[in-house]
């Protein structure tokens, strides 16, 4: 029974980090069109060095879905191992963003001036972006919404495989935790037939006695 709902808790985790993964790879996309943009309009690409400010806003977000994709393979790893050291790395991570995030939702909830919290963006991009959020703020808010609600219930499924730990049969920190019990139905548990080691014995042929009988017989 345990075996069997730890295998669906880690088909469910795994479920809803490719969820995670989706998001970064979208805004990966959106940066990458971004950056497109700009060498267009500029004629060099924003790494390059020129005299423009640093479009912060691209870096952001391309930054972001890289990191939103590694804790992705972070948590299909530690989904898969049901490590307990892989599984408190990716609720850190998780943790951390939900933080991070929530930081900034207080700042524009709070602050009517928020936007002057954050630099000047020479791309645009940024003063785009929060015209589209202000213009679908209903769409926008049940979007965030769902995404913390996804990094939620992802720790949520880590701390329950946590607690259920990982698979008897494959995983072991020492010799002295192996117990030959866990892996009776894999393994034939009979034993070999003893034997004696000794002095070997010689048994009378049988046609030894036929033989010397016909010996007397003929004398």
Known sequence: MVRIVRSCLQSMLKLVNSLIGMVGIAMILYAVWLIRQWQEQMGNLPFADSDHPVPWFIYSFLGLGAILC?????????????????????????????????????????????????????????????????????????????????QGLSVLLAMLLKALGPHPYRHYDSDDEYNVSTVALLQDGRQPPPYVVGEPMYGAKPGAWTVRVNERANR
């Open 70 to 150: 590694v804790v992705t393979c972070a948590g299909h790893i530690a989904a898969e191992t049901v490590n307990g050291c892989c599984l408190y790395l990716y609720m850190g991570f998780i943790v951390l963003l939900v933080m991070v995030e929530g930081g900034v939702v207080a700042d524009i909830f709070l602050n009517r001036d928020w936007k002057k919290d954050f630099p000047e963006d020479p791309s645009g991009a940024f003063h785009q972006f929060s015209k589209f959020i202000e213009s679908n703020f209903k769409i926008c808010k049940w979007i965030g919404l769902s995404i913390v609600c996804v």
